[in-house]
């Protein structure tokens, strides 16, 4: 398997832009979630899925931000308009459950500048 | 949500071993103990994880109080390829809480 597939791997783009970031889970996982990486936060859980449907999206930080999976088979991350303050990594990643003894898999992240 | 500290930083020579102290003392019954590692420009990486039990796979073994209040991520013999970024992580149903982890630096 290709493992998690993100892209793009890096975007820059004017604030008040949209931004679209794409996520291809694992072929057969059921979960997958979307991080936000910054220095000074960490690494956050914005939201996930489970079966395709939003289980918890409590860490997603305000209403410009939000997040579809519309099959199994991808998941997008979409911020409208953008500001410089999203700046980050955004990881996706898939787990075959949301239990706590399945490990999840990481994709490489994409690299978003808002400038 | 149950949380951990670790400590910021640590050095280890090469091809010794390694303890990586991880302290939990608001963990509960349900929580499972994760460790994932984060290399330089990578996603996060799966190590292992447990529950009560020390458990020991490929890459590294798990030490777990009796109280479980704290772990221990123990990597036996560390290469330069270690170097990362090491979170101690508890994970009840789908919440992961990341922390700031301890950046391992391995000297040649």
């Known amino acids: 398997d290709a493992g998690v597939i993100q892209s793009p791997r890096h975007e820059v783009t004017e604030m008040g832009q949209e931004v679209t970031l794409r996520c291809k889970p694992i072929?057969?996982?059921?979960?997958l979630f979307w991080y936000r990486q910054t220095m000074m936060r960490g690494l956050e859980l914005l939201i996930y899925?489970?079966?395709?449907?939003?289980?918890?999206d409590s860490g997603m930080p305000e209403d410009r931000f939000s997040a579809k999976m519309p099959n199994a088979s991808f998941s997008t991350l979409k911020i409208q308009p953008s500001e410089p303050r999203d700046s980050a990594v955004y990881f996706c990643?898939?787990?075959?459950?949301?239990?706590?003894?399945?490990?999840?898999?990481f994709g490489p992240g994409t690299r978003l500048t808002v400038t | 949500d149950a949380k951990t500290t670790q400590p910021n930083s640590m050095e280890s020579n090469e091809e010794e071993p390694v303890h990586l102290p991880c302290n939990h003392s608001?963990?509960?019954?349900?929580?499972?103990i994760h460790w994932y590692r984060q290399l330089p420009s990578q996603g996060p990486e799966y190590v292992i994880h447990?529950?009560?039990s020390n458990v020991n796979n490929r890459m590294a073994s798990l030490a777990i109080a009796e109280d479980r209040k704290s772990s221990t991520l123990i990597l036996h013999r560390a290469t330069l390829r270690d170097a990362a970024v090491y979170y101690c992580?508890?994970?009840?149903?789908?919440?992961?809480?990341f922390g700031t982890g301890t950046s391992l630096t391995v000297i040649p």
């Open positions: 990643a898939s787990s075959l459950t949301a239990v706590p003894t399945y490990e999840q898999y």
């Open positions: 072929s057969g996982h059921n979960s």
């Open positions: 899925f489970n079966n395709n449907v939003p289980i918890d």
């Open positions: 608001t963990i509960s019954g349900t929580d499972y």
């Open positions: 447990g529950l009560t």
């Open positions: 992580i508890l994970k009840t149903g789908n919440q992961f809480y």
